[in-house]
């Protein structure tokens, strides 16, 4: 298979508590991004790594979310005392390398509610 | 600054007819242009991209797209709809900064198919 994968696909949190969304990448692309796209709104850049090194760190929103990629192949995005409006879909994609003309290919998201 | 802007929120069609979904950048040079499509529950899938050359690009889907550096525009266009096309469609440029490689998303025009 395929494709990015991502999991889990839906997770609902209270406020305060911590997530960690998954995903794993296509088999040999040295490239993984983290969006977050909010209702109505287009793609939010958080950050993105290149093998396991992640030398833009920028769009992170707040020190409360943080990213590691492990072995150039899974990566963990991860939420600490979530607010709800971090409430959103993290959509993680991968490319075989880093470039502006690079196509990425999408995993289907993990739409993240925190009540 | 750098940015993609997609007019239309949404665009309703009936099956059949014709469709084009507008985009316009703003970059000091040519970026690379982009349109992704989002089924519903679903990542984004590339429709075609542009780099250089023929400035009208065939994608999947009966897809195209018109790039028009006059006007800084990436237009997509079908001739003839289906009820399928009915999805959420970005607009992308990938372009080369001081800080590196970046993708810029629109917010995305969602098209909705009538009968």
């Known amino acids: 298979g395929a494709g990015v994968s991502q999991s889990p696909s839906n997770k609902v949190t209270e406020k305060g508590k911590d997530v960690e969304l998954r995903c794993d990448p296509i088999?040999?692309?040295?490239?993984l991004y983290w969006y977050r796209q909010s209702l109505g709104q287009g793609l939010e850049f958080l950050i993105y790594?290149?093998?396991?090194?992640?030398?833009?760190k920028s769009g992170l929103p707040s020190d409360r979310f943080s990213a590691e990629r492990t072995g150039g192949s899974v990566s963990t995005l991860t939420i600490q005392r979530t607010q709800q409006e971090d409430s959103a879909v993290y959509l993680c994609?991968?490319?075989?390398?880093?470039?502006?003309?690079?196509?990425?290919?999408f995993g289907p998201g993990t739409r993240l509610l925190v009540l | 600054a750098q940015s993609v802007t997609q007019p239309d929120i949404h665009i309703t069609v009936s099956e059949g007819a014709s469709l084009e979904l507008r985009c316009n950048y703003s970059?000091?040079?040519?970026?690379?242009l982009f349109w992704y499509v989002q089924s519903p529950g679903q990542g984004l899938q590339l429709l075609l991209k542009y780099f250089s050359g023929d400035t009208l690009v065939q994608g999947i889907k009966g897809f195209e797209a018109e790039f028009k550096r006059s006007q800084s525009s990436f237009n997509l266009r079908k001739p003839s709809v289906h009820w399928s096309d009915a999805a959420e469609y970005f607009c992308a440029v990938g372009l080369l900064n001081t800080g590196g490689f970046k993708t810029i998303f629109g917010a995305g025009t969602r098209l909705f198919v009538k009968a």
């Open positions: 970059y000091g040079a040519t970026p690379y």
């Open positions: 088999s040999g692309h040295t490239a």
């Open positions: 790594f290149q093998g396991n090194s992640a030398p833009d």
């Open positions: 994609a991968s490319s075989l390398v880093r470039g502006a003309g690079e196509t990425q290919y």
